[in-house]
């Protein structure tokens, strides 16, 4: 056998490929449900969370994301809830920190910034070189109607001090109709003042919540149209390897980031899967095809056998999300909180 055709083969095995040729090489972990914040639009003020017994322990999680690395994951992102309000979230944290550079190219973090300022000398020393931080005002009293038990001020301090860490931020905010809709423009210039990214995401409907969805669609084309009659904005091919598409905005030398699952279908060239904190498989953020690798995991079986069982869900990866936001309806497309899967 040649040695390309041996390489071929030797990179199928370690690659996960979806029935639409897509290379599924990042992988999102919830570490919790649970969060020190209670985000209008993504929980509920009292939510029911999970019991413990139904959690994945750390060793468990680390269990998985070794499969995954095996099978070409070369990104992974811990999310929740708040990835940062698990107990002895660190030392998982460590442990896959090491494996960077061994298959995994980078580990990062979405947050809602709460703990930075404890945690970010230590996410640098494990590795950590980006963290995504959601802040969807600068305005300490519509924050606190926004996360409902967050604090402002605290997030600022927790960015300064990852910033001086030398973690690199980028900001994320979630167009909010008539809530922050006037304030992304400032938002962004904030951001890129301060040297962090901007990106701005769309509502979705996913999971029960108290207020109607419909209310809070703020469509990325408006705020892209409304951003383009006062910047430059550049197109530009730049990627961290998710969902978001940015520009240059000109004027403030700075990254402008659109993520649109509704207004633009984001499927096409989807390379992610996301794992649950009680080890449910979700192969697409806005369908319910899943796979319990708890079961597997906790049955014992390791490496062959999870790997076989992490293709077989990959083998059945839909083609895209079925998210629409129906104005006489208020039920969610999708049941689960994004807090289950973590965005
Ligand atoms: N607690 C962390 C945080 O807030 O960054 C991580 C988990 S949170 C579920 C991940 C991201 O999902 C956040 O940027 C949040 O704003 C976003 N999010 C939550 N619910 C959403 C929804 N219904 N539509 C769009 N984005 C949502
Ligand atoms: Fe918590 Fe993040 Fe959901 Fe806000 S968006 S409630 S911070 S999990």
Redo the contacts with the bound molecule.
Sequence with gaps: MLDTEQNLIKETKNTLIDPFGRTISYLRV?LTDR?D?R?V???AEHMTFLPKAEVLSLEEIEILCDAFINLGTKKIRL?????LVRKNVLTLIEKLGKKIGSGLEELTI????SQLTRYSEQLFEYGIRRV???M?TLNSELFKKITRWGNLEKVLEGIKSAQKSGIKIKI???ALKNVNEYELESMMKWAHNEGHDFTI???????E?TED?SDQYLPLSLVRGRMKEKYTLVESDYTTGGPARYVQVKETGGKLGF?T?LTHNFCESCNRVRLTCTGILYMCLGQDDAADLRKVVRKGIKEQGLEDAIREAISRKPKGHDFEINRRSSSPSVKR???V???
């Design positions: 919830s969060c914040f985000c639009y993504c929980m999310t929740g809830g708040e990835p979405t947050t809602n910034g995504n931080v959601s969807d994320n905010a979630v995401i769309e509502t979705m409907p996913m999971g919540i969805r993520i699952p909180h994004m807090s899967t973590g965005g």
